[in-house]
């Protein structure tokens, strides 16, 4: 549904449609996949779910990414009380959250996960897979109900089991589009399973999935072909980062040359859109003149996010008029005024994110609480000074 008011004057990128796949997004500003650890304990989608983003769609969001989601019950879900979509019965518990939405006229993607060695808590089983045998860096989130202590050492996963869990993301997508989602994207970044093969420390192999950049993406190209082939006429895309949630610093060793390879390569698997996660927002990579996500742009042709302090429209608006990206995620913004797109449509200020909306857990009842506690939000001003860096 198109925005009016002074801000589409002043943000005419922003406040454009544009198409991903064969679906008008009416404008370009996406909820960012926001963690909140809120379902039942065995990944039932509740109403508190159904509310929060059915308010994203009142706000005017011209599309609303879901929280990763899990995609089997067996080593894929990595948060205790995150949502699944591994059983007919948590698929259906999610049609409740479609019918809202699209009530409200908003489009919505599932997100669909596997935590690979990043386990915080998992419903079904013990322990937890990746490519090689190597502990993540730093401590679970408490944040996310993680214990604040180390990471399991992971086992390796088996290639019968590399092969099931690329069988198992189809299976997962083709769920989210039966139950009504728009469009699936894959969280291929961040230091989960699929960016456990991307990453050279995590990633210890010798075989053709390790080694050179070409092999070690070559995990996302299977599983986009998965999800491509089980979802043939929807939106599929791919969230890809260089930083974890574990791990701020890492950057690809093989810069630009690495970008060269990695866009494509999954650009070919016949996807229709990139999200390029970066908190630190869209300044240049690898010495290039662009950001990562300009980059996928440049690489690919294909609509790409933006994302990583994004929530100025000021700032939003020149990412896009740059070529920084097609769209803008906004992850904390969205959170902090779920009605930022109409708010900056009228050209009203949305409310800043401020830390305790996330504190002590990113729940939906920690966030309720706030807002008892902090009625009228945090002005600007007095907003904690720590930044939050990101999760999940
Ligand atoms: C509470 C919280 C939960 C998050 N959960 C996810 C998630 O489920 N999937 C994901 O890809 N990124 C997740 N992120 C990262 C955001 O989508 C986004 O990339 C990050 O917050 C940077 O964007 P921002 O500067 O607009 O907040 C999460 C971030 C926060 C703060």
């Known amino acids: 549904m198109a925005l009016s008011g002074p801000g589409t004057v002043k943000y005419p990128n922003l ?12 404008n370009r500003a996406v909820v960012s996949p926001l963690t909140r650890a809120s379902a039942t304990e065995d990944g039932i989608v509740t109403d508190q779910m159904r509310d929060y983003y059915a308010s994203y769609a009142r706000g005017g969001w011209g599309l609303i990414m879901t929280e990763a989601v899990y995609i089997d019950l067996k080593y894929s879900q990595g948060y205790a009380y995150q949502p699944g979509i591994a059983s007919d019965e948590q698929r259906d518990s999610w049609a409740k959250v479609v019918e809202a939405v699209h009530a409200e006229g908003a489009p919505i993607f599932m997100q669909i996960f596997h935590c690979g060695a990043i386990n915080q808590g998992n419903n079904w089983v013990e322990g937890s897979i990746a490519p090689s045998v190597v502990t993540p860096k730093g401590e679970q989130i408490p944040r996310y109900r993680g214990s604040g202590t180390v990471f399991q050492t992971p086992r390796e996963i088996t290639r019968d089991e590399m092969a099931e869990v690329v069988e198992t993301y ?152 740059d070529e920084e990206g097609d769209f803008v995620a906004i992850g904390k913004g969205a959170l902090a005024d779920h009605g930022w797109p109409r708010k900056v449509a009228a050209g009203e200020a949305p409310v800043p994110f401020d830390p305790g909306m996330i504190m002590p857990y990113a729940t939906h009842d920690c966030y309720d609480d706030f807002w008892k506690a902090n009625p009228t939000g945090i002005p600007e001003e007095k907003v904690a000074a720590r930044d939050v860096t990101e999760g999940a």
């Open 170 to 321: 189809g299976q997962a997508a083709r769920r989210a589009i039966e139950v009504g989602f728009d469009g699936v994207e894959v969280h291929g970044a961040n230091g989960y399973l699929p960016d456990e093969f991307l990453t050279v420390y995590t990633n210890q192999r010798d075989d053709e999935y390790g080694g050179p950049i070409e092999n070690r993406i070559r995990y996302h190209c299977e599983v986009m072909e998965s999800v491509r082939a089980a979802v043939p006429d929807k939106p599929v895309g791919v969230r890809i980062s260089q930083t974890k949630v574990n791990d701020f610093e890492y950057v690809w060793p093989g810069g630009d040359d690495d970008a060269r390879v990695v866009f494509p390569r999954l650009a070919e698997t016949g996807i229709d859109f990139l999200d390029c996660s970066a908190h630190l927002g869209v300044s240049p990579v690898f010495g290039t003149d662009k950001s990562l996500s300009g980059l996928a742009r440049r690489y690919t042709g294909l609509p790409v996010m933006a994302n990583g302090k994004l929530h100025d429209p000021d700032v939003a608006e020149k990412a896009i008029a």
């Open 15 to 26: 406040f454009s449609p544009k198409k991903i796949g064969n679906l008008e997004i009416s």
